[in-house]
């Protein structure tokens, strides 16, 4: 399931440096240039879950698959991206293909790192680059008002098609995100051919200086004060240090390096597993002696669904899922034990997949 999270930002404020940290493919370019990125670089992600080390202790496989979501790195926006400027146009084509927002804000100061924006002002940064996504939204639905204005005059079905469509027109002209409407699932269709850009979930990155890696600083402050009361999520870490600690190999060098700077978990693991989480998506595990794997689903999904993500014969020649739940896995310790105590549930079609569940399906084709 091949779901993307898009990071974006002005220029020079980490998005490349961050990227080359999250990536497990090939680094991206990162320079102190403007428009350094041109062609938006596509990484793997592997999502950190504690959960796989547990079933690996248990089940002792040949192998162990994580679950992963993609990173894309598209270039620095600036302002008047909306209207062309800085190769806009192309640059926010890029974003609207991804399914999520990861928005990177500098916090920090660096006279060596160029800004055109002044002096830091990460509330006015986050400001520029929602504009922008907003101002692109706006031509796009007013675009498309005009066509379904003339077309309502003929086809009365199509005026609530209109209602929306003025409601999202009139939330872009407050300067507000059309994902703030909260629009339901009939709605959302008025809209949905648009794929608009401030229609995606947002998660923030305030990139500080190492001084600040675990207290934040009064940039952050800031903008976590505001995004908060937007009901967005704040990450603060710093890119340069992230960037350094993916480059180990070695676990047992990486771990010094993390131990020096007081740190448990890279800032990275927080930041991939926030955005797994802003994508709306939930995992359940196979585990047998050839392989302990996590797979990706939406929440919410139905078992046929979530063995459809192993191969479509499964779900469409789905009969039942044998399910153990993670939690009764570890403590018995073994399929078979669950097995004989009773906490191997046999599910049918209706059965609503829950994170963590450890699953094997039967089916004909």
């Not at 060596?112 to 101002?135: A, C, F, M, W, Y």
């Amino acid at each position: 399931m091949a779901l993307q999270a898009g990071i974006v930002g002005l220029p020079n404020v980490g998005k490349s440096t961050l990227f080359n940290a999250v990536s497990n493919s090939a680094k991206a370019q990162a320079s102190n240039y403007r428009f350094c990125t041109i062609e938006p670089n596509v990484g793997l992600v592997n999502v950190p879950d504690e959960r796989l080390k547990k079933l690996e202790e248990l089940v002792k496989p040949n192998r162990v698959v994580p679950t992963q979501i993609e990173i894309v790195d598209i270039a620095g926006l600036v302002r008047g991206a909306s209207k062309g400027e800085g190769l806009g146009n192309k640059f926010l084509a890029n974003i609207r293909e991804v399914d999520a927002i990861i928005h990177v804000i500098r916090c920090f100061e660096d006279e060596n790192i160029l800004r055109e924006e002044g002096p830091i002002n990460p509330v006015s940064d986050k400001e520029i680059i929602e504009t922008e996504l907003q101002l692109k939204d706006l031509d796009s639905i007013e675009k498309k008002i005009q066509r379904v204005e003339k077309m309502a005059k003929s086809e009365p079905k199509l005026k609530s098609e209109l209602d929306v469509l003025l409601s999202c027109k009139s939330q872009l002209e407050k300067g507000k995100n059309i994902i703030s409407l909260g629009l339901s699932k009939e709605e959302k269709s008025a809209i949905e051919d648009l794929f608009l850009l401030s229609d995606k979930p947002i998660l923030y990155v305030a990139n500080v200086d190492e001084a600040s890696m675990h207290t934040g600083n009064k940039y952050s402050e800031i903008l976590k004060s505001m995004v908060e009361k937007e009901g967005n999520q704040l990450i603060v870490m710093t890119n340069a240090i992230e960037a350094q600690i993916a480059e180990f190999e070695n676990p047992d060098d990486r771990q010094m390096f993390m131990d020096e700077y007081k740190m448990t978990e890279p800032a990275l693991d927080r930041l991939i597993r926030s955005a797994y989480k802003l994508l709306n998506l939930s995992t359940y595990f196979t585990a047998g002696v050839q392989e302990v794997r996590a797979w990706t689903i939406h929440k919410g999904w139905k078992a046929p669904q979530a063995a459809g993500v192993i191969h479509t014969d499964f779900e469409k020649g789905f009969i039942k899922a044998e399910v153990i739940s993670y939690e009764d896995f570890v403590q018995l310790g073994s399929e078979a034990a669950c097995r004989e105590n009773g906490k191997l549930r046999i599910e049918g079609k209706e059965y609503l997949v829950k994170d963590g569940d450890i699953m094997h399906f039967r089916f004909n084709v």
